[in-house]
């Protein structure tokens, strides 16, 4: 269906000529949550508000700025970013990213349970064990069984993880299909995503592990490089929506005009 060399062969085509475009896009979503953050000293609540309410449709809008560049040969308005700000597109578009976040987050509790359950009795199996004269590393280390439960543990919450995992690959198409249409509904765009990453979840974690490198090296140059790779991950992702998407349409899992697209008939009537 499709190839992580055809994918970013096409990401680079669509940049060319609007690489600093895209960079701004991607600089400006990403510093609207990092200043979120700096004003947890002012705003006690601000970040958790950012989080909610400005981020989702943010997220949302560089998305639809993503696809509608792959889609015209003209460069897409900077303002596409804030399109999910109009037209009564927020309380849809914000309410479908928290189910998401909140599904994501309930499947995640899975492999936090075990360490929540178990390990405070762990420890305080250690408090109520030991000896009074004992210190507290020479209790802890000796006693092999209780670092063999602890390593028991650890191994269950990341079996527990798994789950998680495959959701989030579930979900991962999520604010692309709220791009083309925000008004779609959270639990047919949640359910479409699963149909339409069905059998492509272990290509696309491939996908992102391809740029694990290019973030590495991002990361060494004080983090700094990260902004540089961010319209190429985005741009690639773009692709690989719009090949998912056309899958889609052949597999009759949705329309295009579920989608938000008018047929091409609409202007010849």
Not at 113 to 130: E, K, T, W
Not at 232 to 239: D, I, S
């Amino acid at each position: 269906m499709w190839s992580r060399s055809e994918l970013k062969s096409q990401a680079k085509t669509v940049l060319q000529g609007r690489y600093w475009t895209a960079f701004l896009v991607c600089l400006f979503v990403g510093g609207i949550g990092s200043a979120g953050a700096t004003l947890t000293s002012f705003i006690p609540f601000a970040p958790l508000a950012v989080s909610l309410f400005i981020t989702p449709p943010l997220i949302v809008g560089q998305s639809r700025w993503f696809s509608r560049g792959r889609e015209a040969a003209a460069v897409p308005a900077f303002d596409q970013v804030f399109s999910l700000f109009r037209g009564g597109s927020w309380g849809p578009t914000v309410g479908a990213m928290l189910w998401m976040y909140l599904f994501l987050f309930l499947w995640s509790l899975l492999a936090v349970f075990p360490l929540a359950v178990f390990v405070p009795l762990l420890v305080a199996a250690r408090v109520f064990r030991r000896p009074l004269d004992h210190p507290w590393p020479e209790s802890l280390a000796g006693d092999h069984v209780g670092a063999a439960l602890i390593l028991v543990v650890v191994f269950l919450a990341l079996l527990l993880a798994i789950p998680a995992f495959v959701k989030m690959y579930s979900y991962r198409m999520v604010p692309w299909i709220l791009a083309d249409n925000p008004r779609i509904g959270y639990d047919r765009a949640l359910k479409l995503s699963m149909a339409l990453t069905q059998g492509q979840r272990w290509n696309i974690f491939v996908l992102d592990l391809s740029f694990l490198g290019w973030f590495i090296l991002g990361l060494l140059a004080c983090g700094i490089g990260t902004l540089f790779v961010m319209p190429y991950y985005w741009a690639v992702y773009a692709e690989l929506y719009a090949r998912l998407r056309h899958s889609g349409v052949e597999r009759a899992l949705c329309t295009m005009e579920e989608l938000g697209f008018i047929p091409a008939n609409h202007y010849l009537g």
